[in-house]
């Protein structure tokens, strides 16, 4: 929890590419290595320095250099350059023979991929907040790309408003990037709930557990969200009108709206391999499931109340 409060802390709103390039004193002060995440570092545990305000103040020496050690370690984590590295790490740790016994004593390599997860995860939130996580960090990119132009130097990736497509890029964001990193996620909860390494397990096996994973249909909802998107970009060149930008929002919501059902369905519904054998057993009855999918058939048709946003109104 602490590494995931101080990771982007007094964040300077540009990248670290823009800092080594424009040879800022905090690239100079890092030596261009990780610039923002160190930087990060530094402000928390110089506010900690304050009693006021440090929150570790009653831990042991010993305890606290390895409260220290470990959250320097995820937060340097968090760079991207950093990304593929740790995906190529964990999926050979998970297929080593010993896989459990080298987790346990390298756990601090868990944390950072979790906390990485947790800062590149909003393709995998419901899409008002997916959307509005993506509207901040592309206004983020544009105004550095701004600054850019303004020295008179050529935009990074992504960083030029007038030539973004960001329809496009939240698609290879998710391709290339999030979806692989949330298999190996789900590979290593499996892993962890049945004990053993992936090389060790069948499919058929005892042994093997099949964790829910209630985060592809939402990535998937938002991909086609996204698809839509530059669909609508790509037949009006570009630009759309204001009729054609509401009747795409309100596209939008039925297909949220469609995709409900299968949610509430699969979040309803996990497997577990029983111990003899291959055979599934489903956790929720099918009465329960039932209900569950008609109350939400029923929202879903009924849409919001016109009473919704009167305060006094109960839900």
Same mark, same amino acid.
């Given at each position: ?25 905090? !690239? ?21 320095? &304050? ?9 042991? #020496?010993? &305890?606290?250099?390895?409260?220290? $050690? #470990?959250?320097?370690?995820?937060? #340097? ?19 080593? %023979? ?20 947790? &800062? =590149? ?29 303004q020295l008179g130097r050529i935009c990074s ?19 290339? =990037? ?17 004990? &053993?390494?992936? !090389? ?13 994973? %209630? ?38 919501? !039925? ?5 409900? =059902? ?9 497997? #577990?391999?029983? %111990? ?27 849409? %919001?109340? $016109? ?9």
């Amino acid at each position: 929890l602490l590494a995931a409060t101080v990771h982007d802390l007094e964040h300077t709103g540009t990248t670290n590419t823009f800092h080594i390039q424009s040879y800022t004193d905090y !690239a100079l002060l890092y030596n261009d290595r990780a610039v923002l995440e160190n930087f990060h570092l530094n402000r928390a545990f110089t506010l900690l320095k &304050d009693d006021e305000l440090n929150i570790l103040k009653n831990l042991k #020496l010993e &305890d606290f250099r390895v409260v220290r $050690s #470990l959250v320097i370690e995820m937060v #340097l984590a968090t760079d991207m350059s950093s990304h593929f590295d740790q995906l190529k790490h964990m999926r050979q740790l998970m297929s080593s %023979p010993d896989a459990i016994v080298q987790m346990e004593k390298g756990r601090s390599k868990v944390f950072c991929l979790l906390l990485h997860m947790a &800062d =590149i995860s909003h393709p995998g939130k419901e899409w008002e907040t997916h959307h509005e996580f993506t509207n901040r960090l592309v206004e983020e990119f544009f105004r550095q790309g701004d600054q850019e132009m303004q020295l008179g130097r050529i935009c990074s990736p992504l960083c030029n408003r007038n030539t973004t497509s960001v329809p496009e890029c939240q698609l290879g964001f998710i391709d290339y =990037i999030v979806s692989p990193s949330f298999d190996v996620c789900g590979d290593l909860l499996e892993l962890l709930v049945s004990g &053993d390494s992936l !090389a060790n397990t069948v499919p058929c096996s005892p042994l093997k557990r099949e964790v829910l994973r %209630p985060w592809e249909e939402t990535i998937n909802s938002n991909k086609r969200a996204w698809r839509m998107r530059a669909k609508k970009m790509s037949e009006g060149g570009g630009t759309k009108p204001q009729q054609n930008a509401e009747r795409e929002e309100e596209e939008l919501k !039925a297909e949220k709206k469609r995709s409900t =059902i299968e949610t509430h369905r699969v979040s309803t519904m996990e497997t #577990l391999r029983t %111990p003899g054998g291959s055979e599934t057993t489903t956790i929720m009855t099918r009465e329960m499931h039932r209900v569950v999918t008609d109350i939400a058939t029923v929202v879903t048709k009924a849409g %919001p109340s $016109s009473s919704s946003n009167n305060p006094t109104t109960g839900r």
